[in-house]
Nanobody, 122 residues
């Protein structure tokens, strides 16, 4: 079992940057695929980015490709989401999640953090 805690959200102007962090408990962090998802009010939770346990494989939603970067530090049990060139449409609650195998589908993730809010003003 793993517990996840996100941080780093906030209010930023369009074009600005934020870095989200997700700290995980447990000694098997490197065995988990980690994903970032987001959910805006009235919308379904959507995939943002995913990274393999080793960090060697990543994948992004088309809407964030080239602007967001997912990374992880297994020694610190932490995964990051660097968000650059933010747009108002990026405003949402952002969640990190963990599972044992690769997936882009939120309903396939077992472990979730509580979320951190990102608001991008125009």
């Amino acid at each position: 079992q793993v517990q996840l805690v996100e941080s780093g959200g906030g209010l930023v102007e369009a074009g600005g940057s934020l870095r989200l962090s997700c700290a995980a408990s447990g000694r098997t962090f490197s065995t988990y695929v980690m994903g970032w998802f987001r959910q805006a009010p009235g919308k379904e939770r959507e995939f943002v980015a995913v990274i393999s346990g080793s960090g060697g494989r990543t994948y992004y939603a088309d809407s964030v490709k080239g602007r967001f970067t997912i990374s992880r530090e297994n020694a610190k049990n932490t995964v990051y989401l660097q968000m650059n060139s933010l747009k108002p449409e990026d405003s949402a609650d952002y969640y990190c999640a963990a599972r044992g195998t690769w997936s882009l589908k939120p309903y396939e993730y077992l472990y979730w953090g509580q979320g951190t809010q990102v608001t991008v003003s125009s």
